[in-house]
């Protein structure tokens, strides 16, 4: 049997697991990002946790055939750029800081882009060869799946659909750029719009703090305020995921993340704005379908990179001064 460890670095927790070739994990364990301002000791961290979930399993570390790591990008291969998530490891090299460490290849993907190859050996993109992912969260971004491989870009960084920009004059971005489609979309962007109408709402006004899912529970009850929000938020995600349909013409589109995976009747609402704004010979053979593999989707999509990157193909662009 073979056995793989994945990584999932998120900004708030670093979820390690060790798992087999069919995704089962054994064993896994949880640091807190917070705990490592240096990017070198977090790595260290993770090495020794990863040994130590090796010796609860009851396999040795040089019984792992890879390590795979799910990270927030931007990339430049397995390097970190400036991220929001992790702005005090910028320049940490992932992939070679932890080969050294554990003696272990490893693969490092966008973690969306590890979340849909996740959903493609695990989950809801079993059996497809063209697929995009989209996790709505925190953030928003995707993974994109054609032909059987998985599109990297020049980077390693291709499918940041939510730094494109919709609303050119519309709130400010983390990525420094105004309306991006995470702006007006995420969870943390209907959180703010749910505060700024609060008092709008007979609902939203008697909370003392208010959620994403907060707005979810009033329009399932009727306030208007929050339907109106929800409804906003659906037309701009749907404008967004038009965008994939025209350009990749899929088979099917994931949707991941909280906030989606927790309120799947919105889906009911994005759909009719999707099929609006799509061609329609392209958008009749899309699927548009919920992700699978719900809170787990960091994890196994970290272990899935360990394991593809020895089976599965990547589509990588060619940067013009490699032509």
């Not at 007979?202 to 409804?231: H, S």
């Amino acid at each position: 049997m073979a056995y793989y460890a994945g990584v999932d670095i998120g900004g708030t927790k670093i979820a390690i697991g060790i798992g087999t070739e069919s995704g089962e994990i054994l064993g896994e364990g949880r640091l807190m990002t917070a705990d490592f301002k240096d990017g070198g000791k977090g790595l260290d961290a993770i090495a020794g946790e990863i040994e130590k979930l090796c010796h609860q399993v009851g396999i040795s570390m040089e019984s792992l055939s890879r390590i795979g790591v799910g990270s927030p990008g931007p990339l430049d291969g397995g390097k970190l750029l400036k991220t929001a998530n992790l702005p005090t490891w910028e320049g940490v090299d992932l992939s070679t800081g932890l080969k050294v460490r554990t003696g272990r290849m490893t693969a490092v993907e966008n973690d969306a882009t590890a979340a849909a190859i996740g959903e493609w050996l695990f989950g809801a993109g079993k059996g497809l060869k063209h697929f995009v992912y989209v996790t709505v969260s925190t953030g928003v971004g995707s993974g994109i799946v054609v032909n059987g491989s998985r599109y990297a870009g020049v980077q390693g960084n291709a499918g940041e659909i939510g730094h494109l920009v919709m609303k050119p004059d519309g709130r400010l971005c983390r990525c420094g750029r105004r309306g991006c489609l995470e702006t007006l979309v995420s969870g943390t962007a209907i959180q703010r719009t749910a505060v700024e109408q609060a008092e709008a709402s007979p609902y939203l006004k008697t909370l003392a703090a208010i959620e994403a899912q907060d707005v979810f529970a009033g329009a399932l009850n009727g306030d208007g305020t929050c339907r109106a929000i929800m409804q906003d938020a659906a037309q701009y995600l749907g404008l967004g995921l038009s965008y994939l349909v025209n350009l990749f013409n899929p088979q099917a589109i994931i949707l991941g993340g909280g906030v989606i995976v927790n309120q799947p009747e919105w889906l009911d609402m994005i759909i009719p704005f999707v099929a609006d704004y799509s061609m329609t010979d392209l958008y009749h053979p899309v699927h548009i379908t919920l992700a699978q593999l719900g809170q787990d989707s960091g994890l196994q999509g970290a272990l899935a990179t360990a394991i593809s990157s020895q089976v599965l193909p990547t589509t990588q662009a060619v940067a013009a001064d490699d032509a």
